[in-house]
């Protein structure tokens, strides 16, 4: 296999997938590849795999065959070279949020205090800034949401993987974070990989959709069918131009 000669953050290169190890295959030849500042939506049904894909993306599972990359270095099977952020935002109900925030610095070895500082001086960027000694039960869900995406970027990685972050919010606190996502991982550069089966949501925050479509419980293994470009130079609100509804009907076509 050819190795990667760009500017890529995190790449897959040819990942055939089972679950838990089985013989069942799940997902076939999966390419792709995220660089930094950017947000790649990785979009389909519910069972097609998109889970499967990230927990091999994040070391968590070894392909059956092909590679994952980070920064040109392999790290397939390796956990470790990834932030990964699940669908809830696992707050811990008994440490105030400046200690859940900071949890992976001082599992980490760092002392307690130190991660607090470290921890604190980025609860601005992140919109908490006065939550800090709060218990996470008094926080809304977007203020929770946002507290999960700072202890993600604390993990230490340049690289972010999603799965599905704002499906448990409503719809306006979901547009907002949405936004503010965009904006803050572009500044940090971040490379984020979500996965998604809201549409909407996938044109939205990306820079490109990639579209996985197959039925892996009626052995037929999913597969990527195709990428839709999503344009960011365009004026106004992007969620009302023809060129939102044109890239929504291309997402909607692949998925068929």
């Given amino acids: ?114 991660a607090r500082d470290k921890a604190a001086n980025l609860f601005e960027r992140f919109g908490l800034a006065g939550t800090e000694l709060e218990w996470p039960s008094q926080l809304s869900g977007g203020m929770r949401q946002r507290a999960a995406f700072l202890r993600t970027y604390l993990m230490g990685n340049d690289v972010v993987l999603l799965d599905e972050p704002f499906s448990a919010l409503d719809a306006l606190t979901r547009v907002d974070l949405r936004n503010w996502w965009l904006q803050i991982s572009c500044e940090l550069g971040i490379a984020s990989l979500i996965i998604t089966h809201d549409v909407d949501e996938a044109v939205s925050l990306s820079s ?11 052995g037929v293994p999913s597969s990527i069918v195709g990428e839709v470009s999503i344009p960011r130079n365009v004026e106004g609100d992007f969620s009302l131009t023809h060129e939102y509804v044109d890239c929504k009907r291309q997402v909607l076509d692949l998925l068929g």
């Fill in 1 to 114: 296999m050819t190795p990667a000669t760009d500017d890529a953050a995190l790449r897959a290169e040819g990942l055939t997938l089972s679950w838990d190890g089985g013989e069942t295959i799940v997902a076939r030849n999966v390419n792709l590849a995220v660089r930094r500042g950017e947000t790649l939506c990785l979009v389909g049904k519910s069972g097609c795999g998109k889970t499967t894909i990230l927990h091999a993306l994040s070391g968590l599972t070894t392909p059956m065959e092909g590679r994952v990359l980070v920064h040109g270095k392999d790290v397939t099977g390796k956990p470790g070279s990834v932030s990964y952020m699940l669908q809830k935002d696992m707050l811990l109900p008994h440490l105030r949020v400046i200690d859940n925030v900071a949890l992976p610095l001082t599992l980490g070895g760092t002392p307690r205090s130190e």
């Fill in 208 to 218: 490109s959709v990639l579209v996985l479509k197959g039925r892996p419980a009626e």
